[in-house]
Nanobody, 123 residues
Framework: QVQFVESGGGLVKPGGSLRLSCQISGSVHSIYRMGWYRQAAGKRRELVAVVVSDGARDYGDFVKGRFTSHRDLHKNMVTLQMNRLEPEDTAVYYC?????????????????WGQGTQVTVAS
């Protein structure tokens, strides 16, 4: 089973920056897709950034070059650097994995979610 350790959320003023980190622990050999979704109050969960194991990246349309996500394949870690934050970016940010292979050879093709970290952008 995948365990998530998320960090880096908090309160920031408009135009500021935050960096989120997500470390996966457990007997994980590889992860196919890993990244971040977010959910604002009263809204649906939406894609922020996902990095595939081959390095391909997918970002939500609202990112517009403000956010960058990186993966460390060996450490099973993913980060999200968020710049030029706007009040509309206020949400709970969830670390996400899809397609996990464990060291014992078993695998789980579905999605797993971290507990989420709050990001609040306000003056």
């Amino acid at each position: 089973q995948v365990q998530f350790v998320e960090s880096g959320g908090g309160l920031v003023k408009p135009g500021g920056s935050l960096r989120l980190s997500c470390q996966i622990s457990g007997s994980v050999h590889s992860i196919y897709r890993m990244g971040w979704y977010r959910q604002a109050a009263g809204k649906r969960r939406e894609l922020v950034a996902v990095v595939v194991s081959d390095g391909a990246r997918d970002y939500g349309d609202f990112v517009k070059g403000r956010f960058t996500s990186h993966r460390d394949l060996h450490k099973n870690m993913v980060t999200l650097q968020m710049n030029r934050l706007e009040p509309e970016d206020t949400a709970v940010y969830y670390c996400y994995t899809e397609g996990v292979t464990y060291r014992d050879g078993t695998s789980y093709p579905g999605e797993s979610w971290g507990q989420g970290t709050q990001v609040t952008v306000a003056s």
